[in-house]
């Protein structure tokens, strides 16, 4: 019973890692087939959706925590963001984030109301109760921020912010080249 147990396991976890494979390929080939920065981004919203087990997805572009751009938004609905909005962390007291723009360092939150290196307000008007936050960088220059965020504490997998790694690095790498 156990060994067959072991082997259940196993094998779920090996098609976990090959559907994760099949979808980070497709982006991949989407992004390589593309250089339209919103074609980019919506392959990663919807791969990040898909494989990640997201809420919501996000993506500011620039480089200036005071002035990024709302790129992307996929997933639940933003009650406080909308397509195309200039967003300032430093007014929001977007502590986290503004260190992953700034430190050009990725964050994991498992829980929100618990994280002393965020500002709970702002967590629970975006709804985020657990998130990954990534920078968008290109040649040591920051392009902007990935923000995978769930509704609900989640103790994020090394599994989940890896494949979240290889999506904003792809990213970054798609934005630069389309630029």
């Not at 200036?64 to 007291?93: I, M, N």
Request: glycine share 6%.
């Amino acid at each position: 019973i156990c060994l067959a147990t072991e082997r259940a396991r196993h094998a779920r976890a090996e098609r976990l890692h090959t559907q994760e494979a099949r979808a980070l390929a497709a982006l991949n080939k989407a992004i390589g087939e593309s250089l339209d920065p919103v074609a980019v981004l919506r392959g990663i919203g919807e791969t990040a959706l898909g494989i990640l087990g997201v809420d919501r997805v996000s993506i500011f572009l620039g480089s200036d925590p005071r002035h990024l751009t709302v790129s992307l938004l996929a997933g639940r609905d933003h009650a406080d963001l909308v397509h195309g909005q200039e967003v300032d962390l430093v007014e929001r007291d977007a502590r986290l984030m503004r260190r992953a723009l700034e430190e050009q360092r990725s964050f994991s939150v498992n829980d929100w109301r618990l994280d002393g290196r965020v500002n709970r307000s702002l967590a629970e008007r975006w709804y985020v109760g657990a998130a990954l936050i990534l920078p968008l960088v290109a040649r040591k220059t920051p392009l902007g921020l990935l923000l995978l965020s769930r509704g609900a504490p989640h103790e994020w997998t090394d599994d989940q912010a890896d494949v979240a790694e290889t999506m904003a690095s792809q990213a970054s790498i798609a934005l630069e080249n389309a630029h």
